[in-house]
């Protein structure tokens, strides 16, 4: 099992607040494709970052042992649209997360 950190950068930083209904829509496709990658257990978490420099988007990733996150990305709406969406992949070595902790 491997675990991994996705970040989206939009394509500029007031995206955010300056989004055209065409890229509403966009957002829209990209939360359900996040969505569904939680559905099928290969995300714990996603959501959008509010910071003062501009929002970014990030996921945690949660792959089997040989499955490449960069294929996430190559699924993702957002990356595939051609409106200057990027993101960056970063493994992560240890995570702890609410499924692996037992109740007292």
């Known amino acids: 099992m491997g675990f ?3 970040r989206l950068d939009p394509p500029r930083p007031t995206f955010a607040k300056d989004m055209t209904a065409a890229e509403a829509g966009l957002m829209k496709r990209h939360a359900d494709y996040w969505a569904s990658l939680v559905a099928s257990g290969k995300a714990i978490a996603f959501g959008p970052v509010q910071d003062a420099r501009g ?4 996921g945690i990733l949660q792959l ?3 499955e490449d996150p960069r294929q996430i ?4 709406p957002a990356l595939i649209s051609g409106l200057g969406f990027t993101c960056r992949i970063q493994r992560m070595p240890h995570v702890i997360h609410a499924g692996q ?3 007292h």
């Not at 929002?55 to 990030?58: D, K, V």
């Not at 990305?73 to 993702?76: E, K, L």
């Open 55 to 58: 929002s970014y988007g990030i």
């Open 73 to 76: 990305a190559q699924g993702d």
């Open 4 to 6: 991994f950190f996705y």
């Open 101 to 103: 902790l037992q109740p």
């Open 64 to 66: 089997e042992a040989g």
